[in-house]
Structures are given as C-alpha cells and as structure tokens.
C-alpha cells in the first residue's frame, strides 16, 4: 500500500466519531471488545466492525492473552497523517513568508543577503 493511500485510509477511519472515541478509550490502556463496547450505545458487533477497521488502518494493535483479544492504540499509527499536515503548514508558512517578503519589496536573494 502506498503511503498516500494509507494516510487516505487512517483519514477515513478517523472521520467516524465512534472510531475515534474508540481510540481514546485505548490510547492509555488496553481494553477487551468487550469493555470498549460497554462505553458505546450500539452493538457489539458494531464496535467489532469499528475495530476491524481501525486495525486495517494500522492504528489499533490487538494482542491475544488467553481467549481475550486486548487492544490498544498504536501512535505510529498516524505518522503519515502526522507528515502530511506537517507539509501541509510547511509549505503555509513558505507562502506566509514569501506574501510578507513580496509586500515589502523583498526578493528571495535579498532575503538571503539579510540573512547572512
């Protein structure tokens, strides 16, 4: 998989609330399926698909202790979402940059010169 399509897939797991608080619940502790579904209002098999989901995007780990699969969050999860809104303001902050220069009659050699 791409990186482009797996932050595309983190994205669509994350726009689900359900999902989300799912992720909160096990960002501190790892939970059974059934102690995540005690925190929501709709069926186990509901929260199951949820965490299907969240796994395939990478962002949940499962471990098997016993009969019981414990989840819990993986922060790496969102590295490439992480990446992509950090180029996203990168490259915000190189526009703001170059509007303030261009309004004050500043070149990018200039700026440069100014720099040094």
Do not use: C
């Amino acid at each position: 998989m791409s990186e482009d399509s797996s932050t595309d897939e983190v994205l669509r797991a994350l726009a689900e609330p359900r999902r989300r608080g799912i992720l909160r619940l096990v960002a501190q502790d790892e939970l059974s399926a059934g102690e995540i579904a005690a925190a929501f209002d709709v069926s186990r098999t509901a929260i199951s698909q949820h965490v299907t989901v969240l796994k395939n995007a990478g962002l949940l780990a499962e471990r098997r202790d016993g009969t019981r699969r414990l989840y819990r969050a993986r922060p790496e999860g969102l590295d490439g979402v992480r990446a992509f809104l950090d180029g996203m303001w990168g490259d915000a902050l190189d526009t703001a940059r170059r509007l303030v220069e261009a309004e004050r009659g500043l070149s990018d050699d200039e700026e440069g010169r100014h720099a040094v």
